[in-house]
C-alpha cells in the first residue's frame, strides 16, 4: 500500500518538447587561387550577423568543404577566414544559401630559415619557431650543419599582416625576427644573422662589497661558472676583486662567488648571480645579505595589473578563473577610479577573496605614473585609492603596485602613512638588496613577465615559457623570491591589431602550463603580501552581502562532479575514476559531451556498468554538445546543443539527464531558457561565475561548484593538517559559507603526465588521496549525493513545519479530527510557501473532499516514516492532481 502510495507521490510529468525556429544551412568552400580546395588545417572561419561587428559563431574547420548548420533565418551572414592566424578573405553579406559559397584565399607562401652568428657563421643545433601575432606556433624547424631548415609552406601574409620568428640556441637564449612577410605561391628565404658572438670574447666579473670591489684584505675569493645544463665549465680566481672568463658560447651562466677569509679556512658559498650572456659583459656581483637557505622563501607571487570596469573583462575574470582552479593564490592590481561599476567583474573578485588566495593591490586612482604628481597629489590618489577599494570589497589594500612600475623617494614614506606594508615595481626601477624578514616596509618587484609590451605597435608580445621560468629561477638564486608581471591584453584575442574582450584560450593554456611548472619545480605560489617570511596567513576577507546577513541552512552533504566525460579521452582514467567510486560506495555524477560520446566502448561499458550494478547512484548529466562556450551563441544554438546532447545520452545509457554543467562555467539568459526547454532543472557552473547558490530563475536551480580536485588532493600551506584534514576543513567551511559543497573533478587531475602532457595512466598518488577523501568523508558523517540531490535536501532542510500540524496529522489519521480540522494545517502550509502549487490546480467551492487511504500516508508522516519532504511533495502532488481538493 505504502509503495504504491509513493510511486503516485514521486511519478514523473510528461515533458514538453520545444518548438525551433526556422533556419538555414551554409556549404562553404574555401580554395585558393588556383581553385583548388584548402587542407581545413589551421583554418578557422569567423560568421558575423548582419554586420561586420557582430561576431555570431567561430568555427575551426575540421573539414573542406564544411557545412554550417543553424543560422537563423531573416539574417545575411559575413564570413570570414583566418588561415595560420593570417586574415586571409572575407565575403559580403550573403542572405542566399541556396548553393555552395567558395571562398577564395592565397596560396601558401613558401619559407626557409639561414640562421647565422653575428660574423656570419652558422648556427647549427637551432631551433626556428615561426608564430603568428596571437602566439600560435605553425613552423618548428631545427637547423643542420649549414645553419639551415627545410622549407615550409603556410599561409602568406598580406599588407597588414606578418609573422615573426623566434630562434632559440637552447632554450635558455632565443632571438626574435620580425617582421616574416610571405608572399602567394612564392618561395622565399629568410637570412637571420642574429646579434650573437659564435664566442664571447670575455666577462669580466667584479666582487662587490659596501659599494666597492673587495680586497686582499676581505679574504681569498673564487668564481665558478656552470652553464645552463648544470655543468661546471670553468673557474676563476679572484685578482684585485675581479675575475675573468673568455671565449664562452652564448649561453645562460650560473657564476657562483666562494669566499675564504685564509688559507687554512674552507671555502663557503658567498654569492651566486644568473645572467644570460650574447656578448662581452661585465657583472658585478654583491654578498647575499643572508645565508642563500635562510634568504630563499622559495615563493613565486603572480600578479596581474590594470584590473578595471569593462577593460577586457573575460580575460581579467578568465585569469582569476584559472588562478582559482588551480588553487593557486593571485595578486591583482586594481586601479581605484576605475573599479566598481562592472557588476560581473566586481562580484568575481569577491566570490574569490572569499578564500585565502585572492590578494587586492592599490593600483593607484587613474593608472598615470605617480611620479608625475607632487606630494600632496599623490597623498590623495593613495588614500582615495584604498577607500574606493574599501567601499567595493571591503577590506583595504596592504600591497601598492605602482603604474608603470615608477615611484620615487617621497612615495614610499606616504605609502607607509596609508598603510601600505608592501611595494611590487620592477627591476628596471627598484634595485636589491631586499629584505625578506625583520621589516615594516617590503620591496618585492617583478622579475618575470608574460608579455612585453612593444613601444612601436603597442601590442603584447607574448614572453617564451622557458624564457619566463628562467627569469622566475634567476630571481630566486639572486633575491630570494620571484614576481611574475600579467596584463590582460596578452590573455585576449587580437584583431586587425585590436584587443577584443574574447579571451585567447592559448594564453591560457600556457598561463596554466606555467602555473603547473613552478609548483612541479617545488615553489609555493603565494601572494605579494606573503613573500616575507614572517607574514602572518592571510584570513578569508568578509564580504558583504545578502548571505551573509542569512542564517545558512546545510544539508552537510557533498556532491561530487566528473566534468567533461568522452569517448577516448584519457578513457584508462574516466574508467578508474568510476571504478574509484564504486568501490568506495559513494555517489557521483557525471557530465558529458553529447557530440564525443557513445563510440569508445571503454568510457561507454565503465559508465553502463557502473549504473547496472546499482552499488551506488550515479547521475549523468548534460555538459552540452561540444566544449565550447555556448553563451557565444543564441538561445536556439543553445537548446539544439543540450537537446541533442539528451537525445545522445537518453539512446545510450537510457538515462534523461536533469542537470547542466555549462562548458567553462559560462551561461547567460540565454543557456537559462534553452535548458529550461529541455526540461532540466539544476545548473552547476562554478561561484566564480554563478553566485545564485541554491536559487534562481526560470524554475531552475542553482548549485555551482564550490571546490575543485586541487582544493581537496593537494597539500594547502595555509591550512593546517594532513591533505584529508584540510580537505574535511574546506567542505565544513562550504557548509557555513553556502549551506552544501559541490567538488568538480577534472579528468587530467588524475592523469599521469609527460612533459606537462596528460597521458592515459592513472596517477596512484592522486587516486590514493582521492581514497583518503571519500573515507574522511564517511567516517565525518558528510553525506555524499548526486547532484540532482543537493537542491532536495537543502529544501528538506529548509521546512519548518510547525508542530500542530502534525499533531493534527496523527490525529486525522487515528479520527480524532475532521477533514476540515486537517485540511487547515494544508491550507496554512499552502498560505506559508511550503506547499507550493500552480494558479491552475484543482480547487472546489465544496467542502473538501480527502480520499481516506490518504490518511494511511499521514499516519506514517506523524511516526516518522515519511519525512517531511516526501509527505509535502506527496501532498503537492495530490493537490495538483485534483486528489485533494481545497477551497
Known sequence: MRLLLLLLIFSIGIAMLPAYAQSNSAVI???????????????????????????????????????????PSNHGYIFKVVKNGIDSATTPLIKSFDSPIEILIPNDGGMKFKIKYKDGSPISGAKVV????????????????????????????????????????????????????????????????????KLIDKVDVNIIKDNRKVGTYDGIFLVELYDSKKTKIAQSNVNKGSALFTLLPVDQYDFKVFHKQNQSSTFELWSVHRATLTSNAVINIEQLSQSPSAKNCKCVAFRLDDVQDYFLSASQKAVIQTFSTKSAPLTIGVIGGLIGSDGELVNVIKNNLENSRLEIASHSWNNSPITVFDNEKQQKIIKDTNQKIFDTFGITPSVFIPPENVFDKNTIPLLKSNGITHLSSSFNYDSPPFQLSNSTFYRFPQAAQTAILDSTSNLWIVENRTKIFSDIESSMLSNGFAVVMMHPPEFSQRELGVYKNVVNQNSIKELELLIDQVQAAGYTIVPIGQINLDAKPMLPKPILNEKNSTEIISCNCVAIRIDNVQDFWLNQVQKELLNTFENKKTDVTVGILGKFFGDDPITVQAINSTLNNKKINLDVANSGWEFIDHTKFGVEEQTSSIKKTNDKINSILKKKPSVFIPPLGSFNENTLSAVNSNNLKLVSSNLQLDNLLHSGSKNIVHVPSTLSASDILNDDPFVSGTIKEQAIHKINSNFEKYGYSVISLQVPDFALKEDQISINQIDADKFSKLSQVLDALKENDVDVVTLNSVSRVLWEKSLDIPSWVKNNAEWWSEGTIDDNDFVGGIEYMIKTGIIKIPNTAPSSESNSVIPSWIKNNAGWWSDGLVSDGEFVLGLEYLIKTGIIRVS
Open 130 to 197: 615561426v608564430k603568428s601575432l596571437d602566439n600560435t606556433a605553425w613552423v618548428t624547424a631545427n637547423t643542420d650543419s649549414k645553419g639551415e631548415t627545410g622549407r615550409y609552406w603556410i599561409q602568406s601574409t598580406t599588407s597588414d599582416s606578418f609573422y615573426y620568428a623566434e630562434v632559440l640556441i637552447n632554450d635558455k637564449v632565443s632571438y626574435v625576427y620580425s617582421p616574416v612577410k610571405t608572399q602567394s605561391g612564392l618561395p622565399q628565404d629568410f637570412n637571420i644573422v642574429t646579434p650573437w658572438p
Open 29 to 71: 568552400q574555401i580554395k585558393n587561387f588556383e581553385f583548388e580546395m584548402s587542407d581545413p588545417y589551421g583554418i578557422t572561419v569567423f560568421v558575423y550577423q548582419d554586420t561586420a561587428t557582430n561576431l555570431y559563431r567561430t568555427i575551426p574547420l575540421t573539414e573542406n568543404p564544411q557545412t554550417i548548420s543553424s543560422l
